[in-house]
């Protein structure tokens, strides 16, 4: 169970957008594995994908047809991510798109695939066009609830949330879903995210706004520092609400501030939801001199395997944060300047253990589910954070039957 989250809470209906969910036997029987995602005409969609360099065939095809055409559909299958599956993998990719462009009578170049789960196993083509039918009939504006459990792989729980704004007068609605668990250093984005508005929005406009609420989201979370090949994060504008932002300003201000908040919370849930997690820890560096530092000490404390294992153990072996500050690659870093703090508790001044702290202190702060790893390094006014989780056995565990 995730760590500080129990249930799915409401999501709301964005106008312009159903969802179909079905069970395709992709990988599994018995369980929904393939979701379709209809956008009204005329929707704009902007996207971010894995900069991972042995990308999935589906993102090599989604990223082609976002730049060839307006996207109506978005197909997405688990159980398989396609990836590492070369040639074949790409020709699959484009016979799924085809497949479903031959029930719905547009373009292939109009569907988005998207694929998550087992890498470098070729993609069962002939089951994921045989469940389109049922998919497409099951189509339903109110479907983000089931599609958020249709997109999990080894996520415990489902993941979305909805938001509501006024803007010109009219309820504008933002609805986000994601899925991950593991394998997550998005990089760009999470495994798979779709968030939509029924705002109109320009797709220039909108790729702006996704690219600043990763950059404040799914850009600042890691489970085990690795980037998955299938990542992508979707953005779409439908425009059924009847209010067109055209310019910046502070109509596009109160939108991007809600999909930031979505974005916000979904990354979060991924850690939380982390494999095997028993914590979720934010780790905060300020006083750095720029944001590349900063985020190069927090990334080197939270993908420390020794710290995460300490802190899965509740052991504050303050040593193990100490010696990963320390490595991170600062250049001139004057160690009697860097203090760090386990909440409000003191472990390190002055280039060594604070002279009041107490191993019962820490002891206390690393027993709670949610803390903080607060690292002030002294020597400029940058502050950046990024949220990780611990190591369990439990991780071990999951990712070493994973295929089995």
Same mark, same amino acid.
């Given at each position: 169970?995730?760590?500080?989250?129990?249930?799915?809470?409401?999501?709301?209906?964005?106008?312009?957008?159903?969802?179909?969910?079905?069970?395709?036997?992709?990988?599994? #029987?018995?369980?929904?594995?393939?979701?379709?995602?209809?956008?009204?005409?005329?929707?704009?969609? +902007?996207?971010?994908?894995?900069?991972?360099?042995?990308?999935?065939?589906?993102?090599?095809?989604?990223?082609?047809?976002?730049?060839?055409?307006? $996207?109506?559909?978005?197909?997405?299958?688990?159980?398989?991510?396609?990836?590492?599956?070369?040639?074949?993998?790409?020709?699959? +990719?484009?016979?799924?798109?085809?497949?479903?462009?031959?029930?719905?009578?547009?373009?292939?170049?109009?569907?988005?695939?998207?694929? !998550?789960?087992?890498?470098?196993?070729?993609? $069962?083509?002939?089951?994921?066009?045989?469940?389109?039918?049922?998919?497409?009939?099951?189509?339903?504006?109110?479907?983000?609830?089931?599609?958020?459990?249709?997109?999990?792989?080894?996520?415990?729980?489902?993941?979305?949330?909805?938001?509501?704004?006024?803007?010109?007068?009219?309820?504008? !609605?933002?609805?986000?879903?994601?899925?991950?668990?593991?394998?997550?250093?998005?990089?760009?984005?999470?495994?798979?995210?779709?968030?939509?508005? @029924?705002?109109?929005?320009?797709?220039?406009?909108?790729?702006?706004?996704?690219?600043? +609420?990763?950059?404040?989201?799914?850009?600042?979370?890691?489970? @085990?520092?690795?980037?998955?090949?299938? @990542?992508?994060?979707?953005?779409?504008?439908?425009?059924?609400?009847?209010?067109?932002?055209?310019? $910046?300003?502070?109509?596009?201000?109160?939108?991007?501030?809600?999909?930031?908040?979505?974005?916000?919370?979904?990354?979060?849930?991924?850690?939380?939801?982390?494999?095997?997690?028993t914590k979720f820890v934010s780790v905060r560096v300020g006083g750095g001199r720029?944001?590349?530092?900063?985020?190069?000490?927090?990334?080197?404390?939270?993908?420390?395997?020794?710290?995460? !294992?300490?802190?899965?153990?509740?052991?504050?072996?303050?040593?193990?944060?100490?010696? +990963?500050?320390?490595?991170?690659?600062?250049?001139?870093?004057?160690?009697?300047?860097?203090?760090?703090?386990?909440?409000?508790?003191?472990?390190?001044?002055?280039?060594?253990?604070?002279?009041?702290?107490?191993?019962?202190?820490? #002891?206390?702060?690393?027993?709670?589910?949610?803390?903080?790893? @607060?690292?002030?390094?002294?020597?400029?006014?940058?502050?950046?954070?990024?949220?990780?989780?611990?190591?369990?056995?439990?991780?071990?565990?999951?990712?070493?039957?994973?295929?089995?």
């Open positions: 169970m995730a760590v500080g989250y129990s249930q799915l809470p409401e999501l709301l209906p964005v106008a312009g957008i159903r969802w179909g969910i079905t069970q395709a036997g992709v990988r599994y #029987k018995n369980r929904r594995d393939l979701v379709v995602m209809e956008l009204a005409s005329g929707s704009t969609v +902007a996207a971010a994908f894995t900069r991972n360099a042995f990308c999935a065939a589906p993102v090599t095809v989604a990223r082609e047809h976002l730049a060839a055409a307006a $996207p109506r559909y978005l197909l997405i299958n688990t159980g398989n991510a396609n990836a590492g599956t070369g040639a074949p993998g790409l020709a699959a +990719a484009r016979e799924c798109c085809a497949g479903l462009a031959g029930l719905t009578g547009i373009g292939p170049e109009q569907i988005l695939p998207f694929s !998550t789960g087992v890498i470098g196993e070729p993609l $069962p083509v002939e089951r994921i066009v045989a469940g389109l039918p049922a998919a497409l009939t099951a189509l339903d504006a109110g479907g983000w609830a089931e599609a958020a459990h249709g997109i999990m792989t080894t996520d415990t729980v489902a993941k979305g949330l909805s938001k509501q704004v006024e803007i010109a007068g009219k309820t504008i !609605t933002v609805t986000g879903i994601a899925k991950g668990s593991g394998m997550i250093r998005p990089d760009m984005a999470t495994m798979l995210s779709y968030i939509a508005t @029924d705002a109109a929005v320009s797709r220039e406009l909108l790729q702006e706004v996704l690219d600043h +609420a990763l950059n404040h989201s799914f850009n600042r979370v890691t489970v @085990d520092g690795d980037t998955s090949t299938n @990542d992508a994060c979707v953005l779409v504008a439908t425009g059924a609400a009847g209010v067109t932002i055209d310019a $910046p300003g502070a109509a596009l201000e109160a939108l991007g501030t809600a999909i930031t908040d979505i974005c916000r919370f979904l990354a979060q849930l991924l850690i939380r939801d982390g494999e095997g997690a720029d944001t590349d530092e900063c985020l190069r000490v927090a990334y080197t404390v939270a993908h420390s395997p020794l710290v995460k !294992t300490a802190l899965s153990a509740s052991d504050p072996n303050w040593g193990r944060i100490l010696a +990963a500050v320390g490595r991170a690659g600062v250049e001139n870093l004057v160690l009697e300047d860097v203090e760090i703090y386990l909440d409000e508790v003191c472990i390190v001044r002055q280039g060594a253990r604070a002279a009041d702290y107490t191993e019962e202190q820490g #002891k206390r702060v690393m027993s709670q589910a949610d803390f903080l790893i @607060d690292i002030r390094l002294g020597r400029g006014s940058v502050t950046e954070t990024v949220w990780t989780c611990d190591f369990s056995a439990e991780y071990v565990r999951i990712n070493a039957d994973y295929r089995s």
